[in-house]
T-cell receptor, first 113, second 114 residues
Framework: DTAVSQTPKYLVTQMGNDKSIKCEQN?????MYWYKQDSKKFLKIMFS???????INETVPNRFSPKSPDKAHLNLHINSLELGDSAVYFC????????????FGQGTRLTVV | DQQVKQNSPSLSVQEGRISILNCDYT??????FLWYKKYPAEGPTFLIS?????DKNEDGRFTVFLNKSAKHLSLHIVPSQPGDSAVYFC?????????????FGQGTTLQVKP
């Protein structure tokens, strides 16, 4: 009974392709996030949604577009994939935007070849 | 501009002894600090947190200490167990317009030897 689940777990694709990563949480949380862990293992926030409203948009290329159809889902779509996009992407959720004990999904390892 | 730093990339401790993981931050606006534990191929798992109005928070074998004047926090694990072997991330949040964004350190890999 996974709290935050993201699919797929592994994604290998060619440069220039468009891909999506899906995330769902069953915790009833209001806030969801996308974090990126790069090759140096730094975890950095990309986006945050609160009740389907975008509240954080860090300096991320326009090729990355989050979509939140409802507060339990936050998907990440990436256009025109580049080699530098290879990383592990983590979805997370928290009860609210001020309660920051975020619960993380298991991660999606994206490899662009 | 790394606002949260974990200067020790790795730490090795004998089972049963104390593990001390350190974290420094630069932004005095941070008012909430968290520790996460991460096993390979899994997402980070929340471990323990502390508000800036406290200097200590304890949960079982885990204690977090906060020294605001030094902008330093530490995680103590006593006694350490082999199952504690993982990467530990320190994180901070807060400041004006708090959006729940977590700023993470780069992690410390803890190895507990049996």
């Amino acid at each position: 009974d996974t709290a935050v689940s993201q699919t797929p777990k592994y994604l290998v694709t060619q440069m220039g392709n468009d891909k999506s990563i899906k995330c769902e949480q069953n915790l009833g949380h209001d806030t969801m996030y996308w974090y990126k862990q790069d090759s140096k293992k730094f975890l950095k926030i990309m986006f945050s949604y609160n009740n389907k409203e975008l509240i954080i948009n860090e300096t991320v290329p326009n090729r990355f577009s989050p979509k939140s159809p409802d507060k339990a889902h936050l998907n990440l779509h990436i256009n025109s994939l580049e080699l530098g996009d290879s990383a592990v992407y983590f979805c997370a959720s928290s009860p609210s935007r001020v309660l920051t004990e975020a619960f993380f999904g298991q991660g999606t390892r994206l490899t662009v070849v | 501009d790394q606002q949260v730093k974990q200067n020790s990339p790795s730490l090795s401790v004998q089972e049963g002894r104390i593990s001390i993981l350190n974290c420094d931050y630069t932004n005095s606006m941070f008012d909430y600090f968290l520790w996460y534990k991460k096993y390979p191929a899994e997402g980070p798992t929340f471990l323990i947190s502390i508000s800036s109005i406290k200097d200590k928070n304890e949960d079982g074998r885990f204690t977090v200490f906060l020294n605001k004047s030094a902008k330093h926090l530490s995680l103590h694990i006593v006694p350490s167990q082999p199952g504690d072997s993982a990467v530990y991330f320190c994180a901070a949040s807060g400041g004006s317009g708090n959006t729940g964004k977590l700023i993470f350190g780069q992690g410390t890999t803890l190895q507990v030897k049996p």
